[in-house]
């Protein structure tokens, strides 16, 4: 885990991009992300990449294989697993569930986040324009309350809770860690099986 003085750095070089930037309002867009859990001789694990420093959306932020909703995906299951294919070059996923669709605080857009199984050996291949790292975070430690620090903050007028994991150096906010910590929530409580 990461010390205090490297979390806080994190997080202040994290939240700084957003400091003055407008709030995006009207109807949400659509997207969907893949979230893809690993069994490794140590247990779950899951599989996030880092977006390269260079993009203008959420440059180097730690996310899911996922982008906007293409009219020609039949639904979500299908956009999250073509982009995971664009961006990872995963081509086995065996999803095993989705989570509730839950909004972006300040982009506006209406995710649907699709849990699926990846094998061990599935080659990755990373498009360098889409990811600059890719990196598996065990799931216990993830569901580790030691790990995790949770943040009030006020947006829209409503106060949100923001979730901040660090892991090998990595920083995991925002939705994506709002994506995990829903899906912890909802494992613990039996609602999502994994696979034996």
Known sequence: MADQAQMEALIEAALR?????????????????????????????????????????????????????????ENAEATALREAREELGLRHVQVIGLLPQCRTYTSNVLVTVVVGVVPLDEPLRPNPTEVARVFRVPLDYLAAPGHVRREEKLLRGERVTVYFIVHDGELIWGFTGRAVMRFVELWRAGRIALPE
Request: aromatic content about 8%.
């Open 17 to 73: 991009p957003y400091a003055g930037r407008p709030l995006r309002t009207g109807e949400p867009r659509r997207a969907a992300v893949l979230l893809p859990l690993q069994w490794a001789p140590s247990g779950w694990e899951v599989l996030f990449l880092r977006r390269p420093a260079t993009l203008n959306d959420h440059p180097g932020e730690v996310a899911f294989p996922g982008g906007m909703v293409d009219p020609a995906d």
